[in-house]
């Protein structure tokens, strides 16, 4: 990690500790320090950045267990505006996992819209006629219907009918350009928290003593936290590619099917080693593993990706596929 | 907690990448090498050796005076996983470019390192290494090869087991107790060059289960070695092998054993058309490769920087020797093929495939010796 990055995390790593639970003041505090809309082109209304910069402050913030809406916000609504060169509009905005109608500046239709109950303003896909254009729509004109992750993050349900749109342009960008954008963004997340899972269970084997010694000192829990560290270095240095990368498809693909497979072994192993201290909600690795099996499934799944890669090697060759 | 970062090539490499791709083209259009599994342990060809010496690809790293051609690390990476994943007979001169050259160069004296280093560049000069015994095998302090200081230089009594390529090889690095007993574990070992053949030096083969000469028994029966011929410090052989260790560990050989077969594999799917569950394990083993090629990278670039990464190579020796054992039993369950002994295409690259398997989690370490690294490595043992 170059010293810029460092810089970066261990600033991001400060305000997290500093705020505990409270993740409204924590979204403020964000807010305030510009990292709420890192990554963005300040010529929008961003704070500028690079993808690599923003993916620290994600990671870390997934690593934390905040529940703050930066991939989404950020990384996926300030892009979606970057691409068209629309401004960023004031208070939260969301963005849509769907496509919407768009006719006579007026949006219709059903959008998936993570953190929705805070937004106030959501971008989304939306075609108009034969063409795709990039819309920004007020939350409070459409009907918002709750439901959360299994980590309870709020994943909502806004409907909009005839709802006039407070800006629109078109656009090259698709949703599969979308999906991609997210797979690799979670596959940063799943980086942190799988990092966390790691962190906390170095340490509950180190200090839990059990038959007159720590866990560490048996020969089959060395294995397994072996094991552990093994998947969880494979995930983040997995996902540190393919931000390097760029978004390219293959790494994004090859990124998310490692985060989001690696995600089983992680929590089994994770949970295996706390006993059933891990399992009660007072304990935190409840919240680094459930949203590690929130977070695997979304924006594809492993076997969605590994579809998408096979495709890539049968295609173009196993070993160009491998190496790109 | 495991300290790797991910590295992205450059230009300069992806240039040098096209030029071995273009070389091992050719190469195969004359038919000078059939791709085969595990090919850096058991494909021995030195006139294909030779060739990859005249084109500049051994010694890379070694400094010009030696013979050598002053690349990067990164760039050797980059040669090195490409024929790997052809399937090229490198076996001659693997354990040579890969181990000793940068061994030698570290702790060699000047008159080591004229003797060995231009001919391990050119692809003339191979080499063994013994290391484990008949009591010594995951835990290599255990050894009894004794080194006796005698008048004209050291006198070698012992035995060495699996010794890889020891019965082509010009030379051999020799761990042996030159102090103390073999109580004393890490101290008093040290590293001899040995020159073969020599006449106190037996070279037995050991036939492994697929039948072939890979290994071998190599006995010492007081084998007189000139005083020249101790490698670095008396005393250090511990430390100077677990030096080597993340050289040893971390190459891209560590995953790619069977990526001939799985890119056979994939071929022979592309053209016969694949169903979804066979598109569903190639696109599942295509990310494992992936990212086990992204870490393998990222232990490379911590080697260039200078640094020792011994526990991160030891997790991507674990992971990556699991995975080409993965591959061989994806292919064997889907492809439908009878493994052939001996036969070309993808019933020969199985037939090595499941024959070596035994092999990729124990030699370099075994899975469960590399487990306890990483477990020590992250402060909990």
Redesign the interface.
């Given at each position: 990690?170059s010293d810029e990055l460092s810089d970066i995390r261990d600033a991001v790593d400060a305000i997290l500790s500093d705020h505990g639970d409270d993740n409204r003041a924590l979204w403020r505090t964000l807010g305030d320090t510009g990292f709420a809309l890192l990554g963005v082109p300040e010529e929008i209304g961003g704070s500028g950045g690079s993808l690599a910069e923003l993916a620290v402050v994600v990671r870390a913030a997934a690593h934390h267990g905040a529940a703050v809406p930066l991939a989404e916000s950020a990384g996926l609504a300030g892009w979606l505006l970057a691409q068209v060169g629309l401004p960023v509009p004031a208070g939260l905005v969301a963005v849509s996992l769907d496509e919407a109608r768009l006719g006579s500046g007026r949006l219709s239709g059903r959008c998936r819209v993570p953190w929705g109950r805070h937004a106030d303003h959501v971008v989304t896909l939306a075609r108009s006629d034969a063409a795709l254009r990039v819309a920004v729509v007020s939350v409070a004109g459409g009907e918002l219907a709750r439901a959360e992750n299994l980590a309870g993050e709020p994943r909502d349900v806004v409907t909009f009918k005839d709802v006039p749109v407070t800006a629109v342009a078109d656009t090259e960008i698709s949703s599969a350009d979308l999906r991609r954008r997210g797979a690799l963004l979670r596959s940063v997340q799943l980086a942190g928290a799988a990092?966390a899972v790691?962190?906390s269970t170095?340490r509950h084997?180190?200090e839990r003593v059990q038959f007159g010694r720590?866990l560490?000192?048996f020969?089959a829990v060395?294995?397994q936290?072996?094991?552990l560290?093994?998947q969880?270095?494979?995930i983040r240095?997995?996902a540190?590619?393919a931000?390097?990368?760029g978004e390219q498809e293959?790494?994004v693909?090859?990124?998310k099917?490692?985060a989001s497979?690696g995600a089983q072994a992680v929590t089994s192993i994770g949970h295996q080693l706390h006993g059933a201290l891990g399992y009660s909600t007072e304990h935190p690795l409840g919240s680094a593993t459930r949203r590690l099996w929130s977070w695997r499934e979304e924006f594809g799944n492993?076997?969605y990706?590994?579809?998408?890669?096979?495709?890539i090697?049968?295609?173009g060759?196993?070993?160009p596929?491998?190496?790109r | 907690m495991i300290d790797i970062s991910a590295h992205r090539l450059g230009e300069a490499e992806q240039q040098l990448r096209t030029e071995v791709r273009e070389f091992l083209a050719k190469e195969r259009a004359t038919e000078a090498f059939e791709p085969r599994c595990d090919a850096w342990m058991s494909s021995p060809d030195p006139a294909f050796s030779r060739r990859l010496g005249d084109r500049g690809w051994l010694g890379m790293t070694l400094p010009r005076r030696y013979g050598g051609h002053d690349r990067s690390p990164l760039e050797r990476f980059v040669v090195v996983e490409e024929l790997l994943a052809a399937g090229a007979p490198v076996a001659a001169h693997w354990i040579a470019d890969r181990q000793m050259a940068p061994s030698i160069l570290r702790h060699g004296t000047e008159e080591q390192r004229l003797r060995y280093l231009p001919g391990i560049a050119r692809g003339e000069c191979f080499f063994a290494i013994g290391m484990s015994e008949p009591d010594a095998g995951s835990d290599l302090a255990a050894v009894r090869t004794r080194a006796r200081e005698v008048a004209d230089g050291w006198e070698l009594t012992g035995t060495k087991l699996w010794t890889t390529g020891a019965h082509f090889a010009h030379a051999m690095v020799v761990l042996a107790r030159t102090d103390g007993t073999p109580e004393d574990r890490h101290t008093g070992l040290s590293q001899f060059v040995v020159d073969l053949p020599h006449p106190g030096i037996q070279v037995r083969p050991i036939v492994t289960i697929d039948g072939e000469h890979h290994f071998n028994e190599v006995v010492f029966d007081r084998a007189v070695i000139p005083g020249g011929a101790l490698l670095g410090e008396r005393g250090a052989g511990w430390s100077q092998v677990m030096a080597e260790l993340a050289d040893e560990r971390s190459g891209p050989e560590r995953f790619l054993s069977t990526a001939p077969l799985l890119a056979a594999w994939v071929a022979e799917t592309r053209d016969a058309g694949a169903d979804p569950v066979t598109t569903r394990e190639i696109g599942r083993l295509t990310a494992q490769a992936w990212a086990l090629r992204q870490l393998s990278l990222a232990v490379a670039a911590e080697l260039a920087r200078g640094r020792s990464p011994d526990v991160p190579a030891a997790l991507v020796k674990d992971l990556g020797s699991s995975f080409e054992g993965e591959v061989v039993e994806t292919v064997r369950r889907l492809a439908q093929v009878e493994p052939r002994r001996g036969a070309g295409g993808l019933a020969g690259l199985l037939a090595e495939g499941v024959l070596h398997s035994p092999a990729f989690t124990l030699r370099g370490g075994a899975s469960e010796v590399l487990r306890s690294v990483v477990a020590r490595g992250l402060g909990v043992r």
């Open positions: 990690m990092g790691l962190e170095r084997v180190g720590p560490a000192r020969q060395q294995q936290l072996a094991a560290a093994g969880v270095t494979s240095v997995a540190d590619a931000v390097l990368g293959t790494a693909a090859a990124a099917a490692t497979a492993e076997a990706w590994q579809d998408r890669l096979a495709a090697a049968l295609g060759g196993w070993w596929t491998v190496t | -």
